[in-house]
């Protein structure tokens, strides 16, 4: 039997062996801290493994939940649900412990303990009262807090869609954003157009902007074939949808198409009876542009009953698909890598920009309705050859301004593009006043604005005012021109086609391809924020780039689409798991889900008289969600809905006499629905542990969706579709 031999231990006291280096140690400046020596190394370890218990925040029960809300810090473990539970978490159970942790703030009459957590600032804990909240949300002044109540009062009462009157507590209605004041709105619109009503910038344009009319065999190049261009779709009630056909570049309205009447067989716009369309349930036109929308946009300063919405389509068939063989290359030019088509320009092929023009029926007072009776008219078409059109953006400044101008034509607005041979272009649009006069075709030969920064293409462009231009370029810079510094001036001479306008601000913000780029107009017009393909957010001041900006947390998906919100002082943004998030502007880096659609979002719009937010997507729905509600979270008393306001969905049809055409779809009526705001995929999306993605047809997809900015009209919408059909409806409710 083996003996053990006990192990000896001495009881001597021993130094603890030191494993680090104190820089400060005997040094006069540390004389009012605790010696770092052995016996306050032990003290200091004891209280450690005393118990982690110890330093554990205690959640307290009334504190306001913050479900779907993600931080770069440490606030990604867990997200909450509408009652304020925890759910999910990624690290295991979280621990209660019965201290609180406390650090001593000096104050004037004592000692304060404020909660902290390693790794995030003590404000940016989750579990603060609602008062501090709104402050970390929208600012420490008064002033901040009083237009954050306005905005939380007139609108968060909205469940999905905005209301055009106000009821009798205030609640609901149209108006501008509450925080931008009505005496800085009217002085931006006096002040701020000098440039172009008194300094020359109106004559420079007229000089410099060159535009021909057209012959009718010239205009065949940028339009798309009637017979070409005609869709079939069907519409109606679900239990009995009848199926139209509709030519390229005309209208039904919505209340004609659930009318039971036999459909025109030439499948030409069919006669329109006032009575009965006054009577409709719905207001609003099936517009057919002919081809897929390439841009959209609706202009602003119009609050009479006129409204003008622009559209640029590319009338050129999809590209062919590149050969399956691969190519010779010339000897001259085999050491020549070829360039990416999205970092190289494109040939000049040719587009047209189409200007809508809208009739209103209703009182000022009390929100203009579209009028169907007085029907939908092309009023211009302006043909270009620069390539496809990428995105357009009308300045939203304000304007005091005559509508009519000398000619008899209207001033509708200034609009910025982006076309696909990488260059930013300013237009000032016009078009005839006259409801019968005729559609006129213009090619667009010069323009008074033309820029692109060397070696590398536009991609997005945004306003920051009446005179600033903002653009995004492939290689992740951001340039800046101010059209007053270029255009002012009468007798200016025009730059050469070779020579670009130099930006007063190039600054390298990313380090990808940027895909968007929006400011926080009005009420915060020298910040913007980016996104890229490098998978970050970033909001930066122009007043200083390199050290006054902020990043969300990095997305696995490049985010694609990014509006502002001026009446909740955030931008939305699309994110992986098709979630749609907040970025508050003073919490940037942490974000807020406050819809969950079921496909991949293709694009975005917030109202810009209401809080209202519309998302396309891939699977042809258009979902509305009032992220107000979110914002406020009482918990409880105001729930987040979602609503589908209509779904599309194209299929190829199998005719030998048309091939190219497809048959489309168009479902609604549906529900409103409580959203799934958990970060989990969902068991829906996996199938023997493999996450499964829907692939849809590229025509199915919502490629745009617009709100009205003006007050008078701002519960009207249009939203695009990959077949070229545009579905244009006023979505307020009275």
Request: charged fraction near 25%; hydrophobic fraction near 35%; charge should be negative.
């Amino acid at each position: 039997m083996a003996s053990t031999t006990p192990i000896r231990r001495s009881s001597r006291k021993r130094p603890r062996t030191r494993y680090s280096l104190d820089a400060f140690e005997g040094l006069d400046i540390l004389s009012d801290v605790t010696p770092t020596g052995s016996e306050g190394q032990a003290s200091d370890d004891d209280t450690n493994r005393a118990g982690d218990d110890d330093f554990a925040a205690e959640l307290s029960d009334d504190e306001p939940s913050s479900e779907g809300e993600r931080s770069s810090g440490g606030g990604d473990d867990f997200e909450q649900s509408d009652e304020g539970g925890l759910a999910g978490p990624s690290h295991g159970p979280r621990r209660r412990g019965r201290h609180r942790r406390t650090d001593a703030v000096a104050r004037g009459d004592g000692l304060t303990p404020t909660r902290e957590r390693p790794g995030r600032p003590a404000e940016s804990s989750r579990s603060y009262s609602k008062q501090d909240r709104y402050v970390h949300l929208f600012g420490p002044r008064s002033e901040d807090l009083i237009n954050f109540v306005r905005s939380r009062d007139k609108w968060s009462q909205n469940a999905t869609m905005p209301a055009r009157e106000p009821n009798g507590n205030g609640h609901g209605g149209l108006a501008p954003t509450f925080f931008q004041s009505s005496e800085l709105r009217l002085q931006e619109a006096v002040q701020d157009w000098r440039w172009y009503q008194d300094d020359g910038g109106r004559e420079t344009f007229a000089h410099q902007q060159t535009i021909r009319r057209l012959a009718e065999d010239e205009q065949t190049r940028y339009t798309v074939d009637v017979d070409r261009g005609a869709r079939s779709f069907l519409v109606g009630p679900a239990d009995q949808q009848t199926r139209w056909t509709l030519p390229a570049r005309e209208s039904y309205a919505l209340a004609d198409l659930w009318k039971e009447k036999e459909v025109p067989s030439s499948g030409s716009r069919g006669p329109l009876d006032s009575a009965e369309s006054e009577s409709g349930q719905r207001d609003g036109f099936m517009l057919n542009v002919g081809a897929q929308v390439d841009g959209m946009g609706w202009a602003p300063n119009h609050n009479s009953e006129r409204q003008y919405l622009a559209v640029i389509v590319s009338p050129s068939p999809s590209k062919p698909d590149p050969p399956e063989t691969p190519q010779p290359i010339p000897e001259g030019d085999a050491a020549r890598p070829a360039k990416a088509p999205a970092y190289a320009p494109s040939d000049p092929t040719p587009a047209c920009l189409q200007i809508w023009t809208f009739c209103a029926a209703g009182g000022a007072e009390d929100g203009l309705s579209i009028k169907s009776s007085a029907g939908l008219r092309l009023s211009a078409v302006f043909c270009t050859d620069w390539g496809d059109g990428k995105q357009l953006r009308w300045c939203p400044a304000p304007r005091h301004q005559p509508e009519t101008s000398p000619g008899e034509a209207v001033r509708v607005g200034l609009l910025a593009g982006i076309w696909t041979d990488g260059k930013v272009r300013v237009l000032d649009v016009h078009v005839p006043k006259k409801p019968e006069h005729p559609v006129e075709y213009a090619k667009i030969d010069a323009v008074a604005f033309e820029a692109i920064p060397p070696g590398t293409l536009c991609t997005c462009v945004d306003w920051l005012s009446s005179s600033h231009v903002a653009v995004g370029c492939a290689n992740g810079f951001v340039a800046i021109w101010d059209l007053a510094r270029h255009l002012a001036g009468t007798g200016r001479p025009r730059p050469t086609p070779a020579s670009s306008p130099r930006p007063f601000f190039y600054q390298l913000l990313h380090q990808a391809y940027l895909l968007s780029i929006t400011a926080c107009y009005p009420s915060h017009p020298t910040l913007i924020a980016t996104t890229s393909m490098d998978g970050y957010v970033r909001l930066t001041s122009i007043h200083d780039p390199s050290a006054d900006y902020v990043s969300a947390q990095r997305s696995r998906v490049a985010p694609n689409a990014l509006v502002w919100s001026d009446a909740i002082q955030s931008m939305l943004g699309a994110e992986e798991n098709n979630m749609i998030r907040t970025f508050a502007m003073r919490r940037f880096f942490s974000t807020l889900t406050v819809a969950r659609p079921t496909s991949v979002i293709t694009s975005l719009a917030v109202g810009s008289t209401h809080t209202s937010l519309l998302a396309g997507c891939a699977n042809g729905t258009v979902v509305a969600v009032n992220p107000m509600r979110r914002v406020v979270k009482d918990r409880g008393s105001m729930p987040s809905y979602q609503q589908i306001w209509f779904q599309h969905e194209w299929r190829p049809e199998d005719r030998a006499d048309a091939p190219h055409r497809g048959l489309s779809r168009i479902s609604e009526g549906f529900k409103v629905e409580r959203p799934n705001l958990f970060r989990g995929l969902g068991e829906d999306k996996v199938q023997g542990g493999i996450l499964m993605a829907t692939i849809f047809e590229q025509k199915t997809a919502i490629t745009h969706v617009e709100w009205n900015p003006n007050v008078v009209c701002g519960g009207w919408a249009a939203a695009a579709m990959g077949d070229g059909l545009i579905r244009i409806e006023d979505l307020a409710l009275s």
